[in-house]
T-cell receptor, first 113, second 112 residues
């Protein structure tokens, strides 16, 4: 089944404790991205990747890191989480860019205390 | 960068009525306009999209219209049903950008 998966689905952590949210897609998509969704603010892109080893900042990259060592995986890293990073996070992929259907993962709900 | 405004933020209709959600964008080079539906607790999923070379696209009860001159596009849902209740997002990636800019969403409530 073609899909985007994320883990974990729910995470409670404390300020400053490094964490990684994994994202994987099995559709051989070139473009992958991370979004955060906050009430009243819609979906805002954090980082995107056009292909392996090619990543770039989205609209709200501060406090996040990403890597794209393999085509199928695009982990999101919070090296020192803060409470303002409490949010719902979605990974997404598309065939080759942002002007095509974005396929979203199931979401990761993060609470930073 | 692109600026996308979506209205209304909340829309309440009776079952069977029509619903219209409108988005305006700022970059005249934008050429791809998708609409996503997000049911409660679920992921966003594409329901319809339109490219700038057409003015309207229909898929059963949903349609999208595009006015490039005025820089706005709208989602139309006819004969609404309770299962249409969800948050709907538009997006308008700026012409030269790899970042998809989403509207803030419209919460559609369809009352039985």
């Amino acid at each position: 089944e073609a899909q985007v998966t994320q883990n974990p689905r729910y995470l409670i952590t404390v300020t400053g404790k490094k964490l990684t949210v994994t994202c994987s897609q099995n559709m051989n998509h070139e473009y992958m991205s991370w979004y955060r969704q906050d009430p009243g603010l819609g979906l805002r892109q954090i980082y995107y990747s056009m292909n392996v080893e090619v990543t770039d900042k989205g609209d709200v990259p501060e406090g996040y890191k990403v890597s794209r060592k393999e085509k199928r995986n695009f982990p999101l890293i919070l090296e020192s989480p803060s409470p303002n990073q409490t949010s719902l996070y979605f990974c997404a992929s598309s065939i080759s860019g942002n002007k095509e259907t974005q396929y979203f993962g199931p979401g990761t709900r993060l609470l930073v205390l | 960068g692109e600026n996308v405004e979506q209205h209304p933020s909340t829309l309440s209709v009776q079952e069977g009525d029509s619903a219209v959600i409108k988005c305006t964008y700022s970059d005249s080079a934008s050429n791809y306009f998708p609409w996503y539906k997000q049911e409660l607790g679920k992921r966003p999923q594409l329901i319809i999209d339109i490219r700038s070379n057409v003015g309207e696209k229909k898929d059963q009860r949903i349609a999208v219209t595009l006015n490039k001159t005025a820089k706005h596009f709208s989602l139309h849902i006819t004969e609404t049903q309770p299962e249409d209740s969800a948050v709907y997002f538009c997006a308008a990636p700026a012409g030269g950008s790899y970042i998809p800019t989403f509207g803030r969403g419209t919460s559609l409530i369809v009352h039985p």
